[in-house]
């Protein structure tokens, strides 16, 4: 292998032929490539013979019936003199071709998902899925298969110690002996989504988090790298220490020692990048074109191709300002999703607000799915800055004192300022009181005095359609679907802010009185416990870090141990630093593993605290934490499995004097409802659904309970399986009383309800 030093990438050449995006790359040799493409073909690409710059298309093998992901390059042998290629597509199966004919020689079904990525661990091939599994193949047969993860499986990658490392939508990575796994990585904040090996150091990660990092085997970060501003596709490393990666933000981008050292613009997502032995750099686009980067003087392209490519790349972003929210006149708006589709899976872009939002029709449910935002937008687009992995004009720094940390308030010159402040409010846990005070602030800051406000803005409790200026009012085509304001719902809400202080000063004062009481002592604290405890909520505020931080396993036992053995009275802090807890990646993986090992841990817990002598502070904490849970994918079957016993033990919350816990108690419902329509479970269902209509019918109820069991109503008769049970409830009284109330948001999603109950 060559030794090369960074010099500037420049265009070397174009392969052009796949009719849709290039999704994969297989290096084969230098002088060999192999792309795969959203058209279902893979695509052999050679080196051509009178002009050795370029590569001239060899073959096209034909025969995935859905596009084509991951390849796998297996080298020659005598039976196959020109080698062989692994490829894993959308149809779920894994193909490897003979490279002399083209023909499949042989066909790996056993997925029930998307196949995500094959590596050859020796004579073998282990592919992964959607379906969260791993499946190792031999002589065409399936040997061995396990679910390797929770969530689906984006990558996976054969070390040359022998290991296989897993890349999952749960954040996490692990490391495979055979099917046991001997470590798991923690620290990214979004799915792992490729991998790579990186010589002699460990391994590489890509992660929708928009960073890479380096590994060793230990578990250790080496690096991290960080720069992109979307997604990060996929990852490599050469021999010279080079690293690179590609991402939605149509940047492959090149890092030595860490630091990236030239960024390589494209007319599109860069779905994959990948290094050929001599140093130089294939990258694959969603343009449909594959392109070879070079330093190498002799081998750049010449002028006009240099040209024709810069002219390509104008022309391209001049296209996307019409799509990314500066010029939209050409997009049609929100009314057009009234009409249905005509197939399955058809998309149409559409105009919300100042944004191009991409829907796909479901046929199945008659309905427009949102896919998201239209990415690619106009120049500058880069610049913006981040929060949650998503750009936006603004990212403010919000002080309000008391010793709290700074908090960051997203926005965009096109939301309605008053809904960017009611759910910056819900979000944070602050009073609504704040409301005014938080819209000058945006205001002032934005450039924004002259704001005239509209009362149609999105509710911050679902994050429904946000109104659009200039939409038609006329009546939909009559065999159009219904557009609801607030359901269904999506997405889960958690109660994320806390009083850190005051949690710690309170487990000290309780701590203490255990010490001096002889019963008791036993059961406290020592003092390297009480400063573990320091250490914790230390890592907790530091939220922009989660994605770096861990926590010791012991750390979590101390909080089991506070748990189980103070008495009740004494609890609610711990119980409200567990809340915390679970929304931080490594402490949620921490203790699902304490809950698998014994599950009645955290129904013990219930039990405690639901006694008869039931205080209101170890109710509120407990039921927060319980709604935090859904936050983590990891805690899904088990809320799923004691839907029955946890609604049960907290039915009485409903009719609570304590405004505080009945909004706990009605988001708990509304998080179970979103849970149960995706798991299918009408038992369950038919339960939170019951619960639910208690809140909405008692008189006294707070109204943002209220508000939140009528979208858990109206979302499981809409999408659920029980919209005869709540008919038979005589749900139409509550939708009539709701569309009276004097609260707008309520008023909205009566409305919503009815007109559900009116669909046939």
Request: charged share 25%; with cysteine; hydrophobic share 40%.
């Amino acid at each position: 292998m060559m030794d090369i030093d960074f010099n500037e990438y420049k265009l070397r050449c174009e392969l052009r032929g796949h009719d849709d995006d290039v999704r994969g790359i297989c290096v084969c040799t230098d002088e060999h490539i192999a792309t795969s493409s959203r058209d279902r073909t893979i695509r052999v690409w050679s080196l051509d013979s009178d002009n050795k710059r370029k590569y001239s298309p060899s073959k096209i093998l034909l025969g995935h019936t859905s596009f084509v992901g991951p390849l796998a390059w297996i080298s020659p042998n005598e039976e196959y003199p020109e080698g062989r290629v692994v490829s894993g597509s959308m149809d779920t199966s894994v193909f490897v071709w003979n490279l002399v004919n083209g023909e499949v020689v042989q066909a790996l079904k056993g997925h029930k998902m998307q196949v995500t990525g094959v590596t050859l661990d020796n004579e073998d091939i282990v592919s992964s899925s959607v379906d969260q599994t791993l499946k190792r193949w031999r002589n065409g047969q399936l040997v061995e298969s396990w679910e390797a993860h929770q969530s689906p499986i984006q990558a996976v990658l054969r070390l040359p110690s022998g290991e296989l490392v897993s890349g999952s939508s749960d954040t996490t990575l692990k490391l495979w002996k055979g099917t046991t796994s001997v470590r798991t990585f923690q620290g990214h904040a979004d799915t792992v989504r490729g991998l790579a090996v990186m010589p002699d150091l460990g391994f590489l990660s890509a992660s929708h988090d928009g960073s890479i990092r380096l590994w060793a085997l230990s578990g250790e970060v080496l690096l991290e790298m960080v720069g992109h501003t979307s997604i990060v596709y996929s990852v490599d490393a050469h021999a010279s220490g080079l690293i690179v990666s590609g991402s939605e933000d149509r940047h492959a981008k090149i890092w030595k020692d860490g630091v990236c050292v030239q960024s390589l613009e494209h007319p599109g997502c860069v779905w994959d990048a990948k290094f050929l032995e001599n140093g130089d750099i294939v990258t694959a686009c969603s343009d449909g074109v594959a392109r070879v980067w070079t330093v190498r003087d002799g081998m750049i392209a010449d002028q006009m191709e240099i040209d024709a490519f810069d002219s390509q790349l104008s022309q391209y972003k001049l296209s996307r300002k019409k799509v990314g929210g500066m010029k939209l006149d050409e997009l049609p708006g929100l009314d057009s999703l009234t009409l249905p589709g005509t197939s399955d899976g058809q998309t149409k872009v559409v105009r919300e607000g100042d944004n191009g939002i991409a829907y796909a029709w479901n046929m199945k449910d008659q309905r427009w799915d949102k896919i998201g935002e239209v990415v690619d937008g106009p120049d500058g687009v880069a610049d913006r800055p981040l929060f949650d992995g998503a750009q936006y004009d603004f990212v403010f720094d919000v002080d309000i004192g008391d010793g709290e940390p700074i908090r960051k308030l997203p926005y965009n010159r096109s939301d309605n300022p008053y809904d960017a402040a009611d759910k910056w409010l819900l979000r944070e846990n602050l009073p609504l009181a704040y409301r005014q005070q938080i819209v000058e602030f945006i205001l002032q800051n934005s450039g924004q005095k002259d704001f005239n406000f509209n009362p149609s803005f999105r509710d911050p409790f679902t994050g429904a359609n946000a109104y659009v200026p200039g939409q038609s009012s006329h009546a939909a085509a009559t065999t159009a679907k219904p557009l609801y304001k607030h359901i269904p719902k999506r997405g889960v809400l958690v109660f994320d802010v806390a009083q850190y202080d005051g949690i710690v000063k309170k487990m000290t004062e309780f701590n203490n009185t255990l010490r001096s009481d002889p019963v008791h002592t036993d059961k406290s604290l020592t003092d390297v416990e009480i400063s573990r405890v320091g250490a914790m909520v230390k890592i907790l505020k530091d939220t922009s870090h989660y994605h770096a931080t861990s926590f010791a396993d012991m750390d979590i036992s101390l909080l089991l141990k506070v748990l189980q053995a103070w008495p009740p009275a004494m609890m609610f802090p711990a119980t409200d630093l567990v809340r915390m807890l679970v929304l931080h990646p490594h402490g949620a993986n921490l203790l699902i593993k304490h809950v698998e090992n014994n599950n009645e841990l955290l129904l013990d817990l219930i039990k405690k605290v639901t006694e008869d002598s039931a205080l209101p502070a170890n109710l509120l904490t407990t039921v927060r934490v319980l709604v935090n849970l859904f936050k983590n994918p990891s805690f899904h079957y088990w809320l799923q499995r004691h839907h029955s016993q946890i609604l049960d033990a907290f039915s009485n919350c409903y009719s609570s004097p304590n405004k505080n816990l009945q909004l706990a108690y009605s988001t708990l419902l509304l998080n179970y409802a979103v849970l149960l329509i995706e798991k299918k479970d009408q038992d369950g269902q038919a339960q939170v659904l019951s619960a639910a209509l208690q809140i909405a019918e008692e008189e006294a109820a707070d109204v943002d309970s209220k508000f939140r069991s009528l979208v858990a109503i109206g979302s499981l008769m809409l999408e659920g399986l029980v919209k005869k049970i709540a008919l038979d409830f005589e749900v139409e009284s509550i939708a009539k009383s709701a569309k009276a109330s004097k609260e707008a948001k309520i008023v909205e999603v009566g409305a919503d309800i009815d007109l559900v109950i009116r669909q046939p």
